[in-house]
């Protein structure tokens, strides 16, 4: 089957496009790309970071369902350390709602911020370096699909509206332990190849050989996170990409900013130590013209047994961004027509 592309939007925030902007970029790229043919539109949670405005998914997703007709539109995730199982539960199944069959949760087990604001975040203070995330899971799925055990407490709980169920499930993981996780729940599993370090194929298979089948699903499903540049030529794509080049530096130091121009990224005065740095994260980026983007992105599916690649673009201009995610979509051959109709 053809190779499925995805989007995964984290409303980028530059020198030139505040925060208000980004989040209305977002609806207009979303707009966009569901006519290009991509599968599904899924949007981040993080806080407090200058180059990031996605903070709400869930009120982000009904603007972008509301926006699109074709996509599946979801959550990359809900930060699930970040909010009571019930709120969540209830925001899902009122999305589910109100766009049957188009909604998708994925939840993620790190906070999408620093120590501080996962702090200001948190419903418990009393032991912020618990990890009760299983916990909060079990709690989740059990408000989703009204299944607690006739003893539980909260089984006189009503999670609202009462008559349709959790949308489908992702667990969203940069190293074995979503794998495993996703595996043994039978759910979907997301690897976020595109700042994890730990090895993206090693966390494919440990998801495919431990899959069991479950209500959710009967065979395993998985989904690469990918950081892409697509631009006519490959020259055209590398002065793009020294804006993502700079702004995983700026990650690295611990530096928080705007997404810089290409041009201002490319006047920095790096250092030979700032360089080395960059192409070492470079090799986490597919950036090229449609045909040097596709036959990587073939070759890093096929080397992880990705059924799906999900597309992050962190592009200075929002026009350029767009024109990123077009080309992709005709090197790959999507259902461009379809998608229209």
Request: glycine share 6%; proline share 6%.
């Amino acid at each position: 089957m053809p190779l499925a592309l995805s989007v995964l939007d984290l409303s980028p925030v530059t020198t030139a496009t505040p925060p208000s902007q980004a989040l209305r970029n977002s609806i207009d790229l979303a707009a966009h790309v569901d006519k290009l043919g991509y599968t599904r539109y899924w949007l981040a949670e993080h806080h407090n970071l200058a180059s990031v405005a996605a903070s709400s998914p869930a009120i982000m997703i009904g603007q972008v369902a509301a926006a699109t007709r074709r996509m599946r539109i979801g959550s990359g995730g809900v930060m699930l350390p970040n909010h009571a199982p019930l709120t969540v539960a209830e925001n899902f199944r009122t999305l589910e709602a109100l766009f049957p069959g188009r909604i998708d949760l994925g939840i993620g087990r790190a906070p999408g911020t620093d120590q501080l604001t996962a702090a200001a975040l948190r419903r418990r203070m009393d032991k912020p370096e618990d990890d009760d995330f299983i916990e909060r899971l079990h709690e989740l799925i059990a408000f989703g699909t009204d299944a607690f055990p006739e003893t539980h407490p909260f089984r006189r709980v009503a999670a609202m509206p009462t008559d349709v169920v959790l949308p489908p499930v992702w667990i969203l993981g940069s190293s074995s332990y979503g794998a495993h996780l996703a595996a043994a729940m039978g759910l979907g599993y997301s690897f976020a190849h595109h700042f994890a370090s730990f090895p993206a194929a090693e966390a494919m298979r440990i998801y495919r050989d431990s899959f069991r089948p479950s209500a959710w699903m009967d065979r395993p499903y998985a989904i690469l996170g990918v950081s892409v540049v697509v631009a006519e030529t490959d020259e055209a794509a590398e002065y793009l990409a020294a804006t993502v080049d700079l702004a995983w530096l700026r990650i690295m130091r611990g530096e928080r900013a705007p997404l810089a121009s290409p041009e201002a990224a490319l006047a920095i005065p790096y250092t030979e130590a700032d360089r080395a740095q960059m192409r070492r994260t470079r090799d986490r980026h597919a950036v090229g013209s449609p045909g040097t983007v596709r036959a990587r992105l073939e070759e890093l599916a096929h080397a992880c047994q990705a059924d799906e690649l999900i597309i992050t673009t962190t592009i200075f201009d929002h026009e350029a961004r767009k024109r990123s995610y077009a080309l992709l979509a005709e090197a790959f051959g999507l259902d461009q027509a379809g998608a229209a109709g």
